[in-house]
């Protein structure tokens, strides 16, 4: 049987993922706000990110999506 931790998506905080970045967390604030990141709360009501969705917007932009613009 598989445990439940084999799926649990990775949480960053914005203080790390700032880090990764090279900007202030309040940016990554605004980021949330202007929907280049979803921000999940805990039940404390701090912000947190999906470590896949921060290193998607990492990655370059493909050269398909380079010709869409």
Do not use: C, N
């Amino acid at each position: 049987m598989a445990s439940t931790h084999e799926h649990e998506e990775i949480l960053l905080t914005p203080g790390e993922v700032a880090s990764l970045f090279r900007v202030d967390p309040k940016t990554v604030t605004r980021w949330a706000r202007a929907g280049r990141l979803t921000a999940i709360r805990t039940l404390g009501g701090h912000r947190r990110y999906r470590e896949s969705e921060v290193l998607a917007l990492r990655e370059p932009p493909t050269q398909s999506a380079a010709v869409e613009r």
